[in-house]
C-alpha cells in the first residue's frame, strides 16, 4: 500500500541547485532575489507594494502596527483560524474579537461582523480559508464607510480572486504565509503586499531594525538612523530565491489544483455522509476541506491506509487557554465556527497528486462511511 502524503512541495531540482548556487555566493540576506522575488509578488498580485518577511505572522504584527492598533482598541478577527491572526492583534496590546463564521467556507463574514461592533472597533482582519474568498467587497464598504481598518490573512489565499482581484488588495495590507504546506513555500517565510505607499514605507522600516536608510541609498558606507524601534523579520536570499522559482510556475500550478478540487467534487457527489467546501473559479485551494460528523474515527482510518490529511483547525480560537483565561467567552456565540472545528478534515491537493490517488481517497473514504461507521 503505497502511502500519500499531505504536501509535497513545488520544487525542482533547478531550484534546489539555485538555493545551492546562493549559498555559495556567500551573499545570503537582502539580495538579487529578494527583489526578484518581491516583484514577482507585484506582478502576480497586481499590488503596487510588496515586502518580503519572515512570516505570515510577522506580516501580521507589522500589519497591526503600521495601523496603529494599540490598547484600547477592538479588532474583530475570526474564532476559526490560526491562532497567528489573533495573535498579532494581541502582540499591540489591543483586544481581539472573536466572530463567528459561515458552514463550509469557514469565513468571516458582514453579518457576524456588524453584530461585534463597538465605539472601540478599530480594526478588522479576515481570512481567506482554505484559499476560498471571503466576501471581501462588502465587508471593505462596510469598513470604510464605519473608518474600520481592514487586513486581509492571506495565508491560505496565494492565487485567491475576487472579482477579479487578488485577494490582499482590498484591506489596507495582505499577508502571506510560504509554510512548507502552502501553495508556495520558502521553509519558513511571509510577505505583505500594500497599495498605499506610506504603510508600506512604515512595514519596510518596521521590518528591518526601524533603519531609515536602505543599504542601496546610504550616502556613506553605514550611514543610518533609527528614528523609532523596529524587529528583524526579514527573508534570506535563497529563501527568496525558491519562491520565485515556484510563484513565475504558479499559473499551472493553480490550474491541477482546480482540475483535483473538481475530481474530489465528483467523487463526493452522490455521499450524503459528507459535504465539502464549495467550488469556486476564484479559491485557491490552498486544501480540500471536507466535513463529516465521524471525523476522528475517520481520521484513524485514513492513518491506517496512509493517506496524509490535516485538520484546519481543530479548536477555535475562544477556546485556546491563552484566549480562555484572558476572556472567558461562550462557546455557544461560535456555534458554526465549533462544528468546523469538529468535523473539518483537509484532504491533499498539490500538482504532483495524480487523479488515481485523488479517486483512492475518495474511495476509501466513501466506503468507510457507507460499510464500516
Ligand atoms: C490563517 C493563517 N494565518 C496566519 C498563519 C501564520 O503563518 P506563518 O506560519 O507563515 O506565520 C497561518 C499558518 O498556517 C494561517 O493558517
Same mark, same amino acid.
Given at each position: 500500500?503505497?502511502?500519500?502524503?499531505f504536501?509535497? @512541495?513545488?520544487?525542482?531540482?533547478?531550484d534546489?541547485?539555485?538555493? %545551492? #548556487?546562493?549559498?555559495?555566493?556567500?551573499?545570503?540576506?537582502?539580495?538579487?532575489f529578494?527583489?526578484?522575488?518581491?516583484?514577482?509578488?507585484?506582478?502576480?498580485?497586481?499590488?503596487?507594494? *510588496?515586502? !518580503?518577511?519572515?512570516?505570515?505572522t510577522?506580516?501580521?504584527?507589522?500589519?497591526?502596527?503600521? @495601523?496603529?492598533?494599540?490598547? +484600547?482598541?477592538?479588532?474583530?478577527?475570526?474564532?476559526?483560524?490560526?491562532?497567528?491572526? *489573533?495573535?498579532?492583534?494581541?502582540?499591540?496590546?489591543?483586544?481581539?474579537i472573536?466572530?463567528d463564521?459561515?458552514?463550509?467556507?469557514g469565513n468571516?463574514?458582514?453579518?457576524?461582523?456588524?453584530?461585534?461592533?463597538?465605539?472601540?472597533?478599530?480594526?478588522?482582519?479576515?481570512?481567506?480559508?482554505?484559499?476560498?474568498?471571503?466576501?471581501? #467587497?462588502?465587508?471593505?464598504?462596510?469598513?470604510?464607510?464605519?473608518?474600520?481598518?481592514? &487586513?486581509?490573512?492571506?495565508?491560505?489565499?496565494?492565487?485567491?480572486?475576487?472579482?477579479?482581484?487578488?485577494?490582499?488588495?482590498?484591506?489596507?495590507? %495582505?499577508?502571506?504565509?510560504?509554510?512548507p504546506?502552502?501553495?508556495?513555500?520558502?521553509?519558513?517565510?511571509?510577505?505583505?503586499?500594500?497599495?498605499?505607499?506610506?504603510?508600506?514605507?512604515?512595514i519596510k522600516?518596521?521590518?528591518?531594525?526601524?533603519?531609515?536608510?536602505?543599504?542601496?541609498?546610504?550616502?556613506?558606507?553605514?550611514?543610518?538612523?533609527?528614528?523609532?524601534?523596529?524587529?528583524?523579520?526579514?527573508?534570506?536570499?535563497?529563501?527568496?530565491?525558491? +519562491?520565485?522559482k515556484?510563484?513565475?510556475?504558479?499559473?499551472?500550478n493553480?490550474?491541477?489544483?482546480?482540475?483535483i478540487?473538481?475530481r474530489?467534487?465528483k467523487?463526493? !457527489?452522490?455521499?450524503e455522509?459528507?459535504?465539502?467546501?464549495?467550488? @469556486?473559479?476564484?479559491?485557491?485551494?490552498?486544501?480540500?476541506?471536507?466535513?463529516?460528523?465521524?471525523? #476522528?474515527?475517520?481520521?484513524?482510518?485514513?492513518?491506517?491506509?496512509? &493517506?496524509?490529511?490535516?485538520?484546519?483547525?481543530?479548536?477555535?480560537?475562544?477556546?485556546?487557554t491563552?484566549?480562555?483565561?484572558?476572556?472567558?467567552?461562550?462557546?455557544?456565540?461560535?456555534?458554526n465556527a465549533?462544528d468546523? +472545528?469538529?468535523?473539518?478534515?483537509?484532504?491533499?491537493?498539490?500538482?504532483?497528486?495524480?487523479?488515481?490517488?485523488? #479517486?483512492?481517497?475518495?474511495?476509501?473514504?466513501?466506503?468507510?462511511?457507507?460499510?464500516?461507521?
Open positions: 500500500m503505497k502511502n500519500i502524503k504536501s509535497i @512541495s513545488n520544487i525542482s531540482p533547478t534546489i541547485k539555485l538555493v %545551492g #548556487d546562493i549559498l555559495k555566493s556567500g551573499w545570503l540576506t537582502h539580495g538579487k529578494t527583489s526578484l522575488f518581491e516583484k514577482e509578488i507585484k506582478k502576480f498580485t497586481g499590488a503596487k507594494y *510588496a515586502i !518580503s518577511v519572515s512570516s505570515c510577522a506580516g501580521l504584527h507589522l500589519s497591526c502596527l503600521a @495601523s496603529g492598533f494599540k490598547k +484600547g482598541d477592538e479588532i474583530i478577527v475570526p474564532a476559526q483560524t490560526h491562532t497567528a491572526t *489573533a495573535h498579532a492583534v494581541e502582540y499591540t496590546g489591543a483586544k481581539a472573536f466572530s463564521v459561515e458552514p463550509l467556507t468571516i463574514t458582514l453579518k457576524e461582523i456588524k453584530k461585534r461592533i463597538t465605539k472601540k472597533t478599530k480594526g478588522v482582519i479576515i481570512v481567506h480559508m482554505a484559499g476560498h474568498p471571503c466576501e471581501v #467587497d462588502k465587508i471593505l464598504k462596510f469598513c470604510k464607510k464605519n473608518k474600520i481598518i481592514l &487586513i486581509e490573512d492571506c495565508a491560505h489565499a496565494v492565487g485567491t480572486f475576487v472579482k477579479n482581484k487578488h485577494a490582499g488588495n482590498f484591506g489596507i495590507s %495582505g499577508s502571506f504565509s510560504f509554510y504546506t502552502k501553495q508556495i513555500t520558502t521553509g519558513e517565510g511571509g510577505a505583505v503586499i500594500t497599495n498605499d505607499k506610506k504603510f508600506y514605507e512604515k522600516k518596521l521590518k528591518a531594525f526601524g533603519i531609515d536608510t536602505d543599504i542601496k541609498d546610504r550616502k556613506k558606507q553605514g550611514d543610518y538612523d533609527v528614528k523609532s524601534l523596529g524587529f528583524n523579520y526579514r527573508m534570506t536570499d535563497f529563501q527568496a530565491a525558491l +519562491g520565485f515556484q510563484l513565475i510556475k504558479y499559473k499551472s493553480l490550474k491541477k489544483r482546480h482540475l478540487a473538481k474530489y467534487i467523487n463526493f !457527489s452522490r455521499t455522509e459528507i459535504t465539502h467546501m464549495p467550488y @469556486s473559479t476564484n479559491s485557491s485551494f490552498f486544501v480540500f476541506q471536507v466535513f463529516c460528523k465521524k471525523r #476522528d474515527e475517520l481520521l484513524k482510518k485514513l492513518k491506517k491506509e496512509k &493517506i496524509g490529511v490535516s485538520v484546519h483547525y481543530s479548536k477555535q480560537l475562544p477556546k485556546m491563552y484566549y480562555k483565561n484572558k476572556y472567558n467567552l461562550k462557546a455557544k456565540n461560535f456555534i465549533n468546523y +472545528g469538529n468535523t473539518n478534515i483537509s484532504l491533499p491537493i498539490y500538482p504532483k497528486l495524480k487523479s488515481i490517488e485523488v #479517486d483512492r481517497i475518495c474511495k476509501i473514504i466513501k466506503n468507510y462511511l457507507t460499510y464500516e461507521k
